[in-house]
């Protein structure tokens, strides 16, 4: 029999969490409802003394409890207050938590259980490995947040089989001509959406549009938008089938450091985190195409960095559009990854509508207290361990010659991770020297980035990394090999941003 005081306890609890479901003030919400939502969880007091999931956090009263009332404003980026830092501090648990599995469909079933249940899984797409999680069940998507230390502020990607399932997630293309104020801008909106879907799908693109209201807001970081993509890796796409749910899932990583494109990589951040981690190489792999990054078998994540984000947005009247009067709306490239915007208005063009959209870099590099509308846009992405810094144009062109001996001393204690050989004539005086790809092979260096950031912290006495300033030589980006931008963002973002003129 459970103590009188504990189902006190118990029903205080899930009541406080219904009158935050049912409150309308988004300042209320926003800074009382993460936190509330961690206490139940990391107590485990969200379950009924029957072990049944209460009626109030089923997934439908959650999606309903949705309120229809906030603001879906298109701005792309919102201040955040209380949502902007990370949920929950590091761990103080070394014990480990997390358990890997094997890719067998049996194994898979299981790990589609368990996510109906609330529960994480971390598994391999063609980009990099997820931490996934029930889409709609926002006790589930707090998990992720918990177990990544990742603050509100950043999205997360929502992971379906279908195009068809993603379109009813979006907006615009959840409705049809029968709904009032359906217009032209929304039909052109559909179009563009149903385009998209049908071309790049399955495959390493992220769309991101204006939500339906079934979307949970912590999902989308309050922006009123959410992000979809289709994975094309066969493990990926059996465990959603398995799940029978959509699955939110960022990196399996902590927030901040390098992406995993190994089980091993997300055993060592998430470790101590209660997490099943899919692994092919303990077996089931029969069952499925293994993809390999270099060749060797190692690695599960054939692309090696994460999709690339466009987000479609129609403008608010004509006056607001950039050049072409006939423009209604802007797709903007917001990460860059395996497929190029020079793609996207190709089969834009394919459809004839073309001269309906803007397509432009929008990328940028936010602070965390910023909520954003895609993930990947803080300055501060896939660090290593170790401090990372971008080696400047100017030196990379200087001779080695010219080393001063604190340079000489400060490279014998450092790691350079280098591309196209731009750092080579510096490779004597390093502690560890390693090139993504010596003749400039974008899709080789997109491959191994997250891997050789990774190796590059492992290195013994290693105090720097330097990697080189990718800026110089690409004046047109429309021109330029998609993954060549792909793997410019994830070192600029490796190393904050920082450029520096010498080795100190």
Not at 16 to 41: E, G, N, Y
Not at 155 to 171: G, M, S, T
Not at 249 to 264: C, D, I
Request: aromatic share 6%; glycine share 6%.
């Amino acid at each position: 029999m459970i103590p009188y005081h504990r189902t006190i306890r118990r029903r205080f609890l899930l009541s406080s969490c219904i009158l935050v479901f049912r409150c309308h003030s988004l300042q209320f919400r926003s800074a009382l409802a993460p936190k509330l939502f961690s206490f139940i969880v990391d107590r485990g007091l969200y379950f009924t003394p029957g072990g049944r999931r209460p009626r109030c956090f089923s997934d439908k009263a959650m999606v309903s409890s949705s309120p229809s009332t906030l603001s879906m404003g298109s701005n792309d980026n919102m201040h955040a207050t209380a949502v902007s830092s990370p949920v929950s501090p590091a761990s103080t648990d070394t014990k480990q938590k997390a358990k890997l599995v094997s890719a067998s469909l049996q194994s898979l079933t299981e790990c589609g259980s368990r996510l109906r249940s609330g529960h994480l899984v971390s598994f391999p797409t063609e980009t990099v490995y997820g931490l996934g999680c029930h889409a709609l069940d926002p006790i589930a998507v707090q998990r992720v947040f918990h177990a990544k230390q990742r603050p509100l502020s950043d999205p997360l990607i929502v992971h379906v089989i279908k195009a068809d399932h993603a379109l009813e997630l979006w907006d615009a293309s959840s409705k049809g001509p029968a709904d009032t104020q359906y217009d032209q801008s929304q039909q052109l909106e559909k179009q563009a959406l149903e385009i998209l879907t049908t071309s790049f799908f399955p495959g390493p693109l992220t769309i991101v549009a204006r939500a339906n209201p079934s979307v949970p807001q912590i999902v989308m970081a309050n922006t009123g938008y959410v992000a979809c993509r289709s994975p094309s890796h066969p493990i990926a796409r059996a465990l959603i089938s398995c799940a029978e749910c959509p699955i939110a899932a960022p990196s399996a990583n902590k927030f901040g450091h390098v992406s995993p494109t190994l089980a091993a990589h997300v055993m060592d951040d998430l470790g101590q985190e209660d997490v099943w981690i899919v692994d092919p190489s303990l077996g089931g792999s029969d069952e499925y195409v293994e993809c390999s990054n270099d060749g060797g078998g190692k690695a599960v994540c054939q692309v090696g960095v994460e999709s690339t984000v466009a987000k479609v947005q129609m403008y608010p009247s004509p006056s607001t559009a950039n050049g072409s009067s006939k423009s209604l709306g802007c797709i903007s490239i917001l990460r860059h990854g395996a497929i190029s915007s020079n793609s996207i208005r190709e089969v834009l063009k394919k459809a004839c509508i073309d001269e309906y959209f803007e397509v432009e870099d929008g990328v940028q590099y936010t602070p965390e207290n910023v909520n954003n509308v895609a993930p990947g846009q803080t300055v501060k992405h896939y660090s290593p361990h170790v401090p990372c810094f971008m080696v400047s144009l100017a030196r990379q062109q200087s001779s080695s010659d010219q080393l001063s001996n604190e340079e000489m001393k400060t490279l014998s204690r450092s790691v350079i991770i280098d591309y196209a050989a731009k750092l080579s004539h510096y490779q004597q005086y390093a502690l560890a020297y390693r090139d993504l790809s010596p003749s400039g092979d974008a899709q080789r260096a997109a491959a191994l980035v997250f891997e050789t950031l990774r190796w590059s912290e492992s290195v013994p006495d290693a105090t720097r990394v330097f990697v080189p300033d990718m800026s110089g030589g690409i004046s047109d980006e429309r021109e330029v090999e998609a993954l060549v931008l792909a793997v410019k963002d994830k070192l600029t973002r490796a190393a904050s941003g920082v450029v520096v003129a010498s080795f100190h």
